[in-house]
């Protein structure tokens, strides 16, 4: 039944993200006072992904660094400076929509960019090992690169945010990785085989409970929550431009090029809304969950432009 689930959730899972975000606003009366589970779930659901990371992923980060770099580099130093570029372009007097683009960004890659780079044959060890670096730096790139974009135009408890951080991400991660590390194969696998739906489950729970404490923003589908919406799409489909260039221009392996896609166009949006909602005022927190409307949509369809890239490849080598 628990395998039957997660197939079911997976399938589904980019049509339940927004539907979540529908709920959230819906029921907001009610998941408002469930907001104190939020960071439990969530340390919980990156406990559960990190269950098939291991330290040996760091071996190939030290022996393979470019691309490492690379993922980091667009991560943490393009894409957040670009959305300040163009969120200074149309939002110069709303210093809250900035930050909440710019945080919208600046979160580690998302956990579950391994499973697409799985699905679509991209090199796992090397998404696993930015995941890993990523998530452990988050707590010190985070609040650094929001400060050093936003200065002090919106105040924020750094201290807080890290602590948030490392209790949520960092923590869990390492848990599941020393699991990962000492439990016998066939034991872990079954863990983490009867965890994953679980932890898929906590997802939409989390972004419902979220969406709840912005709902009067949501609730307001006005000509600036739909410039917030088309700026934060064009923001998203640009980290995977700049990932496909990235790899193009370095000429990385096929496998590398798609790992990178995924790391670098995905974010651990939840991570993000949570501290959104729990460190920032309610309107950072809106260009944050808007971003997980399309985010695995988004994701779903760079995986359709690989497919077709790798059939077409393949039927002009079958034509020669």
Not at 71 to 86: K, M, N, S, T, Y
Not at 282 to 302: E, R
Request: hydrophobic content about 55%; aromatic content about 10%.
């Amino acid at each position: 039944m628990l395998q039957s689930l997660n197939s079911l959730l997976g399938k589904w899972m980019p049509f339940l993200t927004p539907i979540s975000v529908v709920i959230g606003v819906l029921a907001s009366v009610y998941l408002q006072p469930l907001a104190f589970l939020v960071p439990w779930i969530f340390a919980f659901m990156t406990f559960a992904g990190s269950l098939n990371s291991s330290f040996g992923s760091l071996k190939h980060a030290v022996t393979h660094p470019l691309p490492i770099f690379l993922a980091l580099g667009i991560l943490h130093i393009i894409i957040p400076v670009w959305a300040f570029g163009v969120g200074n372009l149309f939002f110069q007097h709303n210093p809250l929509i900035i930050t909440g683009l710019i945080l919208a960004v600046s979160i580690p890659t998302g956990i579950t960019s391994v499973i697409w780079v799985t699905m679509y044959k991209g090199n796992i060890s090397l998404a696993l090992a930015i995941i890993l670096i990523d998530t452990i730096l988050s707590p010190f790139i985070v609040p650094a690169t929001v400060a050093l974009l936003i200065g002090e135009s919106v105040h924020m408890n750094v201290f807080e945010i890290m602590k948030g951080l490392f209790l949520m991400i960092v923590i869990p991660s390492l848990i599941g990785m020393l699991i990962n590390q000492f439990m016998k194969p066939n034991s872990l696998k079954k863990v983490s085989s009867n965890i994953s739906p679980l932890s898929k489950l906590g997802l939409p729970i989390v972004i419902a409970i979220n969406s709840s404490a912005v709902a009067p923003y949501l609730k307001q589908i006005d000509f600036e929550f739909i410039q917030i919406t088309i700026v934060m799409l064009f923001i998203a489909i640009s980290g995977y431009l700049f990932s496909w260039w990235g790899g193009h221009l370095l000429k990385l392996k096929e496998t590398e090029t798609v790992s990178l896609i995924f790391t670098g166009g995905m974010r651990n949006i939840s991570a993000g809304a949570v501290l959104a909602v729990s460190f920032f005022p309610p309107q950072v927190a809106v260009p944050v969950i808007v971003c997980m409307l399309f985010q695995q949509l988004l994701a779903a369809t760079q995986g359709q432009l690989l497919s077709f890239k790798a059939n077409k490849k393949e039927k002009e080598s079958v034509s020669m």
